[in-house]
């Protein structure tokens, strides 16, 4: 029998009740404040002839009618299935149909998108005023009971819904509270997209933890430096594009109390990693997906200088191994009560994607002698090049310690007599000739890792999490060359 535990939210409004929850712009919401609006919401939804075990799609921004929409949902028993704005009207519709939602709650700034939408369920603005509705909400969850629902970005194929249950989230929070420690004083700063994992997990945590976070609608690199200043956050989740706008832009130093810049998204480039550590800002870097509902590898706090580039060792619940003799590069298997159950319709993908109930993630790195991890990339990013293994991440890595770049992406275009070969997308920071970056890549990298072409853009393409899209690269490259 599936393990229950008390209804999250409702037992922390009993706990703490007047303990903040939310801060967003200058208002301020208790943990006693979310739940009754939050109750609310799920009233409203129930009396459009919504229930427990509906799916329902969530097209939102970072705002607080979001985050009680989310609590809403698990009040009433529904799993919320998070879509991403940025994409076209027909990938929306695919997926919607995918997960068999039974309506949709959306932000107003997306009704132009929603109104494209085949009119087939239920339509929600998540702003609409309600009035005080009566609701009994659950008063246990189950921990095998799906949660939330995300779709991956679909390198190839069709994206997979991942199917995320409450105790895949209650053992990441767990897991990351072992690791990072709890302080009385804890504020998460979420300015990344609540869409994503990375962002809902925090969510999550925060309700877990009795923890406030302070919600961004958009990632500003000056506000958020002003905020950090001022000591309104202890820990932030970035990844390396945002990291590196806070450090170029950071005049002076972070409040005392600032403890953990936790970065995830993708290998960080070295140097990036170096001048924070010449900055002393505590910088964890961490792997994870959103199989794994975020982190499962993260640095511990003592080794962040000593293994400087590592994404560090596995959370206490889970396990990591690599796919290939020891200290050598292979595949990263993972498992631990955080990882997925299973993708949504898509039992072939589940066959391929567990062996003995370890993950295949399709990420590339080794485990050193000591068992840390370093991630090399994503195997569907890897360059074979006349029979070399390249990996994208360490060339980007040499680009960016170049002064005159500010931002660096590499991906695999095809040749005649390589197969494939590097080529280099850099957005400058100051001006730089192409014959300049060939040789300052010529005097560190082995010469079949030199980028055979490199190509300067105005910005380079990322999700709404700004990940670098490495795959719309090679498209820019064919629409450059």
């Known amino acids: ?70 609590h809403a949902l698990q009040q009433l028993g529904a799993e919320a299935v998070l879509l991403n704005h940025r994409l076209t009207t027909n990938e929306l519709m695919w997926q919607l149909e995918d997960a068999e939602i039974a309506a949709i709650v959306y932000d107003p700034v997306y009704q132009q998108t929603v109104d494209q939408l085949d009119d087939t369920f239920i339509r929600k603005d998540v702003t609409a005023i309600l009035s005080p509705i009566e609701f009994k909400s659950r008063d246990e969850f189950s921990l095998a009971d799906t949660c939330s629902i995300m779709y991956t970005s679909g390198t190839t194929g069709k994206p997979k819904g991942v199917r995320q249950t409450y105790g895949n989230h209650w053992w990441s929070a767990t897991g990351s509270a072992f690791n990072l420690g709890l302080h009385e004083n804890d504020c998460w700063l979420c300015a990344v997209p609540i869409f994503h994992i990375s962002g809902y997990s925090i969510l999550m945590r925060s309700v877990l933890y009795g923890m406030p976070l302070r919600l961004y609608t958009h990632f500003d690199e000056n506000e958020i430096n002003q905020a950090l200043k001022r000591g309104e956050g202890t820990i932030i989740s970035v990844v390396s594009a945002m990291l590196s706008r806070l450090i170029e832009t950071l005049e002076g130093s972070y409040h005392p109390n600032f403890r953990c810049m936790l970065l995830g998204g993708g290998p960080a480039p070295k140097p990036l990693l170096e001048t924070c550590a010449e900055k002393k800002i505590p910088v964890f870097q961490t792997y994870g997906m959103t199989e794994t509902s975020s982190q499962i590898v993260t640095l511990p706090p003592e080794y962040s200088l000593t293994k400087l580039g590592s994404a560090g060792k596995p959370l206490f619940p889970c396990q990591l191994k690599i796919d290939a003799p020891p200290c050598s590069e292979g595949e990263i298997l993972v498992k631990g009560p955080n990882v997925t159950a299973g993708y949504l319709n898509r039992e072939e993908a589940n066959q391929a994607a567990f062996t003995d109930g370890w993950f295949h993630t399709g990420d590339i790195g080794y485990v050193d002698e000591e068992g840390f991890l370093f991630v090399l990339d994503r195997r569907s990013d890897l360059i074979i090049s006349g029979g070399e293994n390249i990996y994208p991440a360490e060339i980007e890595a040499v680009l960016l310690s170049h002064p005159a770049v500010r931002e660096a992406g590499v991906a695999g275009v095809a040749d005649e007599r390589w197969g494939e070969v590097p080529a280099a997308f850099i957005v400058e920071k100051t001006q730089v000739t192409i014959e300049e970056l060939r040789a300052f890549c010529e005097e560190r990298l082995a010469k079949y890792k030199c980028p055979a072409y490199f190509v300067k853009l105005e910005s380079l393409p990322r999700n709404a999490s700004k990940k670098l899209l490495r795959r719309e690269l090679k498209t820019r490259f064919k629409e450059e060359k």
């Open 1 to 70: 029998m599936a393990e229950r535990v008390p209804n999250w939210l409702k037992q922390r409004a009993f706990l703490t009740p007047d303990r903040p929850a939310l801060f967003f712009e200058k208002s301020t919401w208790t943990f006693a404040q979310l739940y009754k609006r939050s109750l609310s919401w799920a009233a409203e939804l129930e009396r459009e002839g919504l229930k427990k075990g509906n799916r329902i799609g969530l097209l939102v921004q970072n705002t607080p009618d979001a985050v009680c929409v989310i």
